[in-house]
């Protein structure tokens, strides 16, 4: 509920301010992880409404880049998120063996504050001081400063919705997956707990790679809709192999694939961007980390309600060994004799098709050069343009002040182009 809320403020008072609030959340509980269980609980419960860090970033990301280069930008900012998931396991299992807890907790709330301190003293403030209200010094009105009046305009804008159908369709099993997906190779495929680890951290350089070395040659050659579309059938490919999967090896090559699959998420995060306004950057890409929040929440619920219902009980069940037997009058557990190992992931990999279907639906967005072709031949004057932008953008978007540059009709440019005005649907 608090992502695209922190997004819309974003989106008035600037990103620097809210990605302190996040990042400081985030990290907040992590020392209270020694001190008491019961602080920490209370701490990582009330920062669940602020540490929403991914909705600002990728604003601070949109503010920053041009529609060009946003999808590349967005594919570092999840492939540094990945590399950070691989490595500090494997940091803190390290540390934790050989000097004890303390220190592993210690490291960690040393890092966070050198990430704070980055922020307050490096990182500058990506929103124009144009977008900001305080920028002339007069009085804000609440029609001003009101977050849920982007969201309400946002919200009536039909191709963010099946963006947000998407996301909620496709992270929903892939939430799932997070939270039972290690134990199920544990005690079902009959990993070990070095091949794990090695599986892990296989995955996470494969999705680095692919984040960023793939996501680029793919947004170049197909574009922002059909490299969402391709991210898509690459994760109904691997949660299916995880379904009907009972070998190690399966695992694997299913682990490759869900490594390809990974360029989802940037890349409908630049699909959502490039769908808004400059002034809707924050809220648009709050709504879609809220939604992830959300998945998160329901996801390992409905793979534990699916596990129960097929009588998968990860906790106490003995490995599978061997194939499957298939006996007319079975005298062994039901989950030994299973057709489908994994009946979550299978359920998962419907849900994304569903997901895929409503993917093919979203307009495609033309790109820039097709653009300022279609500027050049338009009839109609560019003050007609800015006015259906100013618009369009909300109350809180600059004013041209008497006397200001502004107020003369601007000449046509590819810098204040706005693609998005030449959409039927808006």
Same mark, same amino acid.
């Given at each position: 509920m608090? !992502?695209?809320?922190? #997004?819309?403020?974003?989106?008035?008072? #600037?990103?620097?301010?809210?990605?302190?609030?996040?990042v400081?959340?985030?990290?907040a509980?992590?020392p209270l992880?020694?001190l008491?269980p019961?602080?920490?609980?209370? &701490?990582i $419960?009330?920062?669940?409404? *602020?540490?929403?860090?991914f909705?600002?970033?990728? !604003?601070y990301?949109?503010?920053?880049? /041009?529609?060009?280069?946003r999808s590349?930008?967005? @594919?570092?900012v999840s492939?540094? *998120?990945?590399?950070?998931?691989v490595?500090s396991?494997?940091?803190?299992?390290?540390?934790s063996?050989?000097? @004890?807890?303390?220190?592993?907790?210690?490291?960690?709330?040393?890092i966070?504050?050198?990430?704070i301190?980055?922020?307050?003293?490096?990182?500058?403030e990506?929103l124009?001081?144009?977008?900001?209200?305080?920028?002339?010094g007069a009085?804000?009105s609440w029609?001003?400063?009101?977050p849920?009046?982007?969201?309400?305009?946002? @919200?009536?804008?039909?191709?963010?919705l099946?963006?947000?159908?998407?996301?909620?369709?496709s992270?929903?099993?892939e939430?799932?997956q997070?939270?039972s997906? *290690?134990?199920?190779?544990?005690?079902v495929?009959?990993?070990?707990?070095?091949?794990?680890?090695?599986f892990?951290?296989?995955?996470?350089?494969l $999705?680095?790679?692919? =984040?960023?070395?793939?996501?680029?040659?793919l947004?170049?050659?197909?574009g922002?809709k059909?490299?969402v579309l391709?991210g898509?059938?690459?994760q109904?490919l691997?949660?299916a192999?995880?379904?009907?999967?009972?070998?190690p090896w &399966? &695992?694997w090559?299913a682990?490759?694939?869900a490594? &390809?699959?990974?360029?989802?998420?940037p890349?409908v $995060?630049?699909?959502?961007?490039?769908s808004?306004?400059p002034d809707?950057q924050g809220v648009v =890409?709050g709504?879609?980390t809220?939604?992830?929040g959300?998945?998160?929440?329901?996801g390992? !619920?409905?793979?534990?309600?699916?596990?129960?219902?097929? %009588?998968v009980?990860?906790?106490a069940?003995?490995?599978?060994q061997g194939?499957?037997n298939i006996?007319?009058l079975?005298l062994n %557990?039901?989950?030994?004799?299973?057709?489908i190992? #994994?009946?979550?992931?299978?359920? @998962?990999a419907c849900?994304?098709?569903?997901?895929?279907?409503?993917?093919?639906?979203?307009?495609?967005?033309?790109?820039c050069?097709?653009s300022?072709s279609h500027? $050049?031949?338009? /009839?109609?004057?560019?003050?007609?343009?800015k006015?259906?932008m100013s618009?369009?953008?909300?109350v809180h978007?600059?004013t041209?002040?008497?006397g200001? /540059?502004?107020?003369?009709p601007?000449?046509?440019s590819?810098?204040?182009?706005?693609?998005l005005l =030449?959409d039927?649907?808006?």
């Amino acid at each position: 509920m608090s !992502a695209p809320l922190i #997004g819309a403020l974003s989106d008035v008072w #600037g990103r620097r301010t809210f990605l302190l609030v996040t990042v400081f959340f985030t990290c907040a509980p992590i020392p209270l992880m020694r001190l008491s269980p019961w602080w920490y609980f209370a &701490m990582i $419960s009330m920062s669940g409404a *602020f540490s929403v860090t991914f909705s600002v970033i990728f !604003a601070y990301v949109a503010d920053v880049t /041009d529609e060009r280069e946003r999808s590349t930008a967005y @594919g570092l900012v999840s492939a540094t *998120f990945a590399a950070s998931l691989v490595t500090s396991p494997a940091i803190g299992a390290y540390l934790s063996a050989w000097y @004890g807890d303390n220190l592993v907790v210690l490291v960690a709330t040393l890092i966070a504050l050198a990430d704070i301190c980055f922020i307050l003293l490096a990182v500058p403030e990506s929103l124009p001081d144009k977008m900001r209200l305080n920028t002339w010094g007069a009085p804000i009105s609440w029609e001003q400063a009101d977050p849920f009046a982007s969201l309400r305009k946002v @919200g009536q804008d039909s191709t963010v919705l099946l963006i947000c159908i998407t996301v909620f369709l496709s992270y929903l099993p892939e939430a799932g997956q997070y939270s039972s997906f *290690f134990l199920y190779l544990r005690q079902v495929i009959n990993f070990s707990s070095t091949t794990l680890a090695v599986f892990i951290g296989v995955v996470g350089i494969l $999705s680095i790679v692919a =984040q960023t070395l793939f996501l680029t040659l793919l947004m170049r050659t197909l574009g922002n809709k059909n490299t969402v579309l391709l991210g898509l059938g690459f994760q109904i490919l691997q949660l299916a192999w995880y379904g009907f999967g009972s070998e190690p090896w &399966m &695992m694997w090559a299913a682990g490759a694939v869900a490594a &390809m699959s990974s360029i989802t998420f940037p890349a409908v $995060s630049a699909l959502v961007s490039q769908s808004a306004d400059p002034d809707k950057q924050g809220v648009v =890409q709050g709504m879609i980390t809220g939604i992830r929040g959300l998945c998160n929440g329901l996801g390992p !619920a409905l793979y534990g309600f699916v596990f129960f219902l097929f %009588n998968v009980e990860l906790n106490a069940m003995d490995p599978i060994q061997g194939d499957f037997n298939i006996d007319p009058l079975p005298l062994n %557990n039901p989950t030994e004799r299973a057709l489908i190992p #994994g009946p979550p992931f299978l359920l @998962g990999a419907c849900t994304v098709v569903v997901a895929f279907l409503v993917a093919l639906f979203i307009p495609e967005k033309p790109s820039c050069s097709s653009s300022s072709s279609h500027l $050049s031949l338009s /009839d109609k004057p560019r003050p007609d343009s800015k006015e259906s932008m100013s618009s369009l953008a909300g109350v809180h978007i600059n004013t041209p002040l008497p006397g200001s /540059d502004e107020e003369t009709p601007p000449t046509a440019s590819d810098e204040d182009f706005e693609p998005l005005l =030449q959409d039927s649907i808006v």
